[in-house]
C-alpha cells in the first residue's frame, strides 16, 4: 500500500535528488511521475492521479500557488507538500488557503524531508484506513440487505432499489460447496468454519486478480458475498472471463482443500424480481445434500469479520514495513499472538484468529517481501496443520511459528536492502566522527530503530557499529599522531574521545601502544628510513 507522489520543480537536478531520496529511504511512498512546472503537471496528474504531490513555488509557466488551487478545485484528496525559500515564505501562505499544510524550506536538510514525506505517509494511512472501514461498514449492510431480499425476510425497500440498479449487468454466479466432509477428508465439525473462511478467501483473491471484485467495494465494482455457509454469490463485469475464473476455482479448492466446487451461472442481473425464482430452485436443490451440524448463521458472521481481520492486519504490517519500522513491527506481530490467546478459551475459536494472521502475512512475504514461493505457504497447507491442532496450546505454537517465518522472511529482506543503509551509515561516520556519532544518532539517520539498525550493521561489516566507530576514531588519531606535532590530548578531542584518558586507554587497547609511545615509534621509522647526513 505505498502512497502515489508527484513532482514538480522546475529545477531537474532537484527532481532527480528527490526522487533518489525517495527511492532509498522507508518512507512509504512511490514516484510516479515529475513535470517542470504546475501546468505540465496537470496534464499528467489526471491520468496518475497521486495521493501527494511535492511542488516549488516559483516556476515559469504555473507557479506552485497556482497548481495548489487548481488541485483543490480538481482533485481535492491530493495532499500538497509545497517548496519554498525565506523570500518566498510569506507568499506562500497564500497556500494554505488551498489545504496546503506542509511548507519545506529551502534548502532542506534530507532529514526534515524525510520527517515530512512520513507524516504525509500517516496522514495517508489513516485517511485509506478510514476510507476502508466505511466501505465495509456499508459492505456488510449490502450483504445483509442481500441476503434479506433472497430470504423473504423483512428489508428497506428503497435501499434495495439502490442496490438493484448498482449491480444490473453485472454477471450473477452461485458458487457452492458440496460438502465440507468428504469422504477423503478426516475433517471434524470444528473444521467448518475454517474450511468455510479458506473457501471464501480463495474465491475472494482470484476473483480480485482476474475481475478486481471486492468483498468491500465502491461504488458500481463487482463483488462477492456469502449467502448461506456453503454457498457465495458473485456479481462480475460482463467484460471479465468469468468462466475462466470459476474454472480455476474449483480446480484450486479441489487441490488445497480436496473440496468440491458447484457453479452455476444466471446471466445479466435484471433486478432481485427476476432472479427468486431461480435462487431458490438452486439452493433448495443443493439443499436436499446438505452438511450435518452446519451452523450458517454465525459461519457467515464469523467469515465476514475474518476477512476484515486479514485486511485489518495486512494494512498495519505493511504500514509499518512502508515506514522502516522493523521494531514495531515486530511488537505488533507480539500484539497479534495476544489477541488470538485471549479471543476464547476453545482452540477451534482460536484456529480463526489465527488463520487470519497467517493469511495475513502471507499475502504481507509475497507482496512487499517478494519472498521465496517455498517460503510462503499456501491455504491448504494452512487449513491441513491447523486441523491437526487440538489444544489452545497448540494453536498458540502454530502461530508462533508462522511469526517467526515472517520475522525471517523480514530479516531477508532487509539484508538484501542494508547494503545501501550500511553505506549511508558509514559516510555519515565519516563526516560526523569527531562529533558525538552514538548509535542512536546514526540510527535515526538511517530510519531504523537502534536495535535494528544495530543487527543489520553488524551482520553487514562484521563488526559492531560501537567497534566501527573506535577503530575508525583510532585510524584517524594514528594519522594526525605520525604527521602532526598536535598534542595527544588535542588529537583524542579532534577525533571524537571525549577525555584524554579515555582516548589513551581505547588507543593502547586498539594498537597495543600508548598515543605517546606510537608517535615516538613513527618518528623511529622516519629517521630509520630518512637516516641525515
Same mark, same amino acid.
Given at each position: ?19 533518489? +531520496?525517495?527511492? *532509498? ?16 503537471? !496537470? ?39 509545497? +517548496? ?37 505517509? #500517516? ?9 476502508? $472501514? ?7 449492510? #449490502? ?11 423483512? @428489508? ?51 476473483? #480480485? ?19 448461506? @455457509?456453503? *454457498? ?26 480436496? !473440496?468440491?466446487?458447484?457453479?452455476? $451461472? ?10 427468486? %425464482? ?15 451440524? %452446519?451452523?450458517?448463521?454465525? /459461519? ?21 514495513? !512502508? ?13 497479534? +499472538? ?6 476464547? %478459551? ?10 487470519? /494472521? ?66 549511508? %551509515?558509514?559516510?555519515?561516520? #565519516? ?20 536495535? @535494528? ?31 602532526? =606535532? ?14 584524554? =584518558? ?15 609511545? @606510537? ?15
Amino acid at each position: 500500500m505505498r502512497g502515489r507522489l508527484f513532482i514538480v520543480d522546475d529545477e531537474p537536478m532537484i527532481r532527480k535528488g528527490l526522487t533518489k +531520496l525517495v527511492e *532509498s529511504n522507508p518512507l512509504g511512498w512511490s514516484v510516479v511521475g515529475e513535470a517542470a512546472n504546475g501546468e505540465e503537471a !496537470l496534464d499528467q496528474l489526471r491520468e496518475l492521479q497521486p495521493n501527494l504531490v511535492i511542488t516549488d513555488i516559483r516556476m515559469p509557466v504555473m507557479d506552485g500557488i497556482e497548481l495548489a488551487k487548481r488541485l483543490a478545485e480538481q482533485a481535492p484528496r491530493t495532499a500538497v507538500v509545497m +517548496l519554498t525559500g525565506y523570500r518566498d515564505f510569506e507568499y506562500a501562505q497564500a497556500a494554505v488557503n488551498y489545504g496546503v499544510k506542509q511548507f519545506l524550506l529551502k534548502p532542506c536538510p534530507e532529514e526534515e524531508v524525510c520527517r515530512v514525506l512520513q507524516a504525509a505517509f #500517516e496522514q495517508y494511512r489513516l485517511q485509506e484506513a478510514s476510507k476502508e $472501514r466505511e466501505a465495509e461498514e456499508r459492505s456488510r449492510r #449490502e450483504d445483509q440487505l442481500l441476503r434479506s431480499v433472497w430470504k423473504r425476510l423483512p @428489508y428497506a425497500a428503497e435501499e434495495a432499489r439502490e442496490l438493484e440498479r448498482a449491480l444490473t449487468g453485472k454477471e450473477l454466479w452461485l458458487v457452492q460447496v458440496e460438502t465440507y466432509y468428504p469422504e477423503a477428508k478426516d475433517y471434524q465439525g470444528g473444521d467448518l468454519k475454517l474450511l468455510q473462511f479458506a473457501v471464501g478467501n480463495i474465491l475472494q483473491e482470484l476473483a #480480485e486478480g482476474v475481475s478486481g471484485a471486492s468483498g468491500a467495494p465502491g461504488e458500481g465494482e463487482d463483488r462477492r458475498l456469502m449467502l448461506e @455457509y456453503d *454457498s457465495f454469490v458473485f456479481f462480475l463485469s460482463p467484460e471479465g472471463d468469468s468462466e475462466s475464473l470459476f474454472e480455476e476455482a474449483s480446480s484450486v479448492v479441489k487441490r488445497l482443500l480436496g !473440496l468440491e466446487l458447484a457453479v452455476r $451461472r444466471y446471466g445479466p442481473f435484471r433486478g432481485f424480481k427476476h432472479t427468486e %425464482a431461480w435462487m431458490d430452485a438452486a439452493l433448495l436443490d443443493h439443499s436436499r445434500e446438505g452438511d450435518q451440524g %452446519a451452523g450458517p448463521g454465525e /459461519a457467515m458472521e464469523d467469515q465476514t469479520i475474518g476477512g476484515d481481520k486479514v485486511r485489518l492486519i495486512r494494512s498495519e504490517l505493511t504500514a509499518l514495513l !512502508l515506514l522502516g519500522r522493523p521494531a514495531e513491527l515486530e511488537a505488533y506481530l507480539r500484539r497479534v +499472538l495476544d489477541s488470538a490467546l485471549q479471543i476464547s %478459551a476453545h482452540a477451534d475459536a482460536m484456529k480463526i484468529e489465527a488463520f487470519c /494472521a497467517a493469511m495475513a502475512m502471507d499475502d504481507v512475504m509475497r507482496k512487499e517481501l517478494e519472498a521465496d514461493p517455498r517460503t510462503v505457504g499456501d491455504i491448504g497447507q494452512r487449513v491441513a496443520e491447523l486441523h491437526r491442532t487440538r489444544t489452545r496450546e497448540e494453536v498458540k505454537a502454530w502461530l508462533q511459528g508462522q511469526i517467526r517465518t515472517f520475522e525471517q522472511a523480514l530479516l531477508s529482506w532487509h539484508m538484501e536492502r542494508s547494503g545501501g543503509i550500511v553505506q549511508r %551509515a558509514i559516510l555519515y561516520i #565519516e563526516e560526523h566522527y569527531a562529533e558525538e556519532c552514538a548509535l542512536p544518532t546514526v540510527a535515526a539517520h538511517t530510519h531504523l530503530s537502534p536495535n @535494528y539498525f544495530g543487527s543489520l550493521f553488524k551482520k553487514e561489516t562484521g563488526e559492531s557499529f560501537s567497534g566501527y566507530v573506535l577503530r575508525f576514531r583510532t585510524e584517524k588519531a594514528k594519522l594526525l599522531l605520525k604527521n602532526t =606535532n598536535k598534542k595527544v590530548a588535542e588529537i583524542g578531542q579532534a577525533v571524537g574521545f571525549p577525555g584524554s =584518558n579515555y582516548f589513551a586507554t581505547v588507543f593502547k587497547q586498539m594498537t597495543g601502544l600508548s598515543p605517546t609511545d @606510537y608517535r615516538k615509534q613513527g618518528q623511529s621509522w622516519r629517521r630509520e628510513e630518512h637516516p641525515q647526513g
